[in-house]
């Protein structure tokens, strides 16, 4: 039986693509190389948007818990941004117009704004 394993954030571990040595998590450039390493530090402004994205997020379920059907598929899409900015997953283009769409209009507009991509805490 094949099972999955899933990294958590504190498994991933980042090499140089130039030397192969190992990085920090909050390592922009190579220590031995000097070469950068291709993720820039996540500024505090953006960690403040990733709060208010989530922050709408919540609101977006509360908002339709009313509704079963509309709960099926909030939580689901809340539960998934929250996963990737949380572990700096990629989230696509097409899940961000869904999220303005189908969850929160604010969240939906943060995410096709902001840069979720190629950062690090």
């Not at 096709?112 to 991509?117: A, I, K, N, R, S």
């Amino acid at each position: 039986m094949n099972s999955k394993h899933i990294m958590t954030k504190e498994e991933i571990i980042k090499y140089c693509a130039h030397c192969g040595n190992q990085l920090l998590d909050e390592a922009v450039v190579c220590p031995k190389c000097g070469c950068a390493t291709g993720y820039k530090a996540a500024s505090q402004n953006q960690k403040i948007l990733f709060t208010i994205i989530k922050i709408f997020m919540i609101i977006g379920c509360v908002a339709v818990g009313s509704t079963i059907i509309g709960l099926a598929w909030t939580i689901p899409m809340t539960v998934s941004v929250f996963r990737c900015l949380d572990n700096r997953e990629r989230i696509g283009i097409g899940f961000k117009v869904c999220t303005l769409l189908f969850c929160n209009l604010v969240a939906g507009i943060i995410l096709l704004v902001c840069d979720t991509e190629n950062y690090s805490d």
